[in-house]
T-cell receptor, first 113, second 117 residues
Framework: EAGVVQSPRYKIIEKKQPVAFWCNPI?????LYWYRQNLGQGPELLIR????????DSQLPKDRFSAERLKGVDSTLKIQPAELGDSAVYLC???????????FGPGTRLTVL | AQSVTQLDSQVPVFEEAPVELRCNYS??????LFWYVQYPNQGLQLLLK??????LVKGINGFEAEFNKSQTSFHLRKPSVHISDTAEYFC???????????????FGQGTILTVHP
């Protein structure tokens, strides 16, 4: 069974530029999560989707971050414009349901110069 | 809300020695507990989880953890470590049901395990 797929794996951009990350969850998983992991810390939830609906986006900085999950499968996380403090690893995870075990993708390491 | 404290940021140990990585949590509701491992430049891999039943849980790669409800702890152990166990380990909890935190994994800060030859 294929795991959670993310792309790109690495991204280097200059501040104020836009950037987008893509995630394909495990087949059949209705719940999708985006986490941000700063250096030396554990991941922190940015947004959680149940199918197409964002049910928890309280930690998403909405002035510059946006996310979508069209058709309830793939998801895209966007930052526009990026700031130096956005440098981090962005992890996507999926689970069968909201309380079920979450499986993580390899992450996208973002460096903002 | 939930919080997780991993009591050691770094644990150095020699190969074939036993190791224990400590985790304490705080929550006003019942939780499920997890340990994940992260190898350099990779995502998180599930090591083991406690949902219910026996408080001693066995996971992959010879790891096990014991849930202690009275001490709100979920320490990870391995009787004999290998060089390949060198990685960062994260303890995490998730509320069992309901409330605004449902579905939200809360992680500790991580413990870097370094196994020396």
């Amino acid at each position: 069974e294929a795991g959670v797929v993310q792309s790109p794996r690495y991204k280097i951009i200059e501040k104020k530029q836009p950037v987008a990350f893509w995630c394909n969850p495990i087949s059949g998983h209705n719940t999708l999560y985006w986490y941000r992991q700063n250096l030396g810390q554990g991941p922190e939830l940015l947004i959680r989707y149940e199918n197409e609906e964002a049910v928890d986006d309280s930690q998403l900085p909405k002035d510059r971050f946006s996310a979508e999950r069209l058709k309830g499968v793939d998801s895209t996380l966007k930052i526009q414009p990026a700031e130096l403090g956005d440098s981090a690893v962005y992890l996507c995870a999926s689970s069968l349901g909201g309380g079920d075990t979450q499986y993580f993708g390899p992450g996208t390491r973002l460096t903002v110069l | 809300a939930q919080s997780v404290t991993q009591l050691d940021s770094q644990v150095p140990v020699f190969e074939e020695a036993p190791v224990e990585l400590r985790c304490n949590y705080s929550s006003s509701v019942s939780v499920y507990l997890f340990w994940y491992v992260q190898y350099p430049n990779q995502g998180l891999q599930l090591l083991l989880k406690y949902l219910s039943g026996s408080t001693l849980v066995k996971g992959i790669n010879g790891f096990e953890a014991e849930f202690n409800k009275s001490q709100t702890s979920f320490h990870l152990r391995k009787p004999s470590v290998h060089i390949s166990d060198t990685a960062e380990y994260f303890c995490a909890v998730i509320p069992i049901a309901g409330g605004t935190s449902y579905g939200k994994l809360t992680f500790g800060q991580g413990t870097i395990l370094t196994v020396h030859p």
